[in-house]
């Protein structure tokens, strides 16, 4: 069974910093992507950032500048490096496993439970 753990989230002032770390553990043999996705009250889980195992990265536009994510040296982890937040950056944000390959045509998508980023005006 993969798990995913996330760590990082709190309660921030606007303008401040946050950095996110996810961690995927188990019977791992590859990973094609792993990212953020976020969702706020009232609103339906979106992208905020991916990167692939070949280093491309994505975001979404409105974190684009101030958003950085990046790959750990160990190996499957992830991090999201929050710069510049925002009252509209609150939400729950969630580690995305996409594509992971635990065995020859065994391959799924995971996700953590989510940690909680509150960005206070």
């Known amino acids: 069974q993969v798990q995913l753990v996330e760590s990082g989230g709190g309660l921030v002032q606007a303008g401040g910093s946050l950095r996110l770390s996810c961690a995927a553990s188990g019977s791992i043999i590859s990973i094609v992507a792993m990212g953020w996705y976020r969702q706020a009250p009232g609103k339906q889980r979106e992208l905020v950032a991916v990167?692939?195992?070949?280093?491309?990265?994505n975001y979404a536009d409105s974190v684009k500048g101030r958003f950085t994510i990046s790959r750990g040296n160990a190996k499957n982890t992830v991090y999201l490096q929050m710069n510049s937040l925002k009252p509209e950056d609150t939400a729950v944000y969630y580690c995305n496993a996409e594509k992971v390959w635990t065995g020859i045509l065994r391959v799924s998508d995971y996700w953590g439970q989510g940690t909680q980023v509150t960005v206070s005006s």
């Open positions: 990167i692939t195992s070949g280093g491309s990265t």
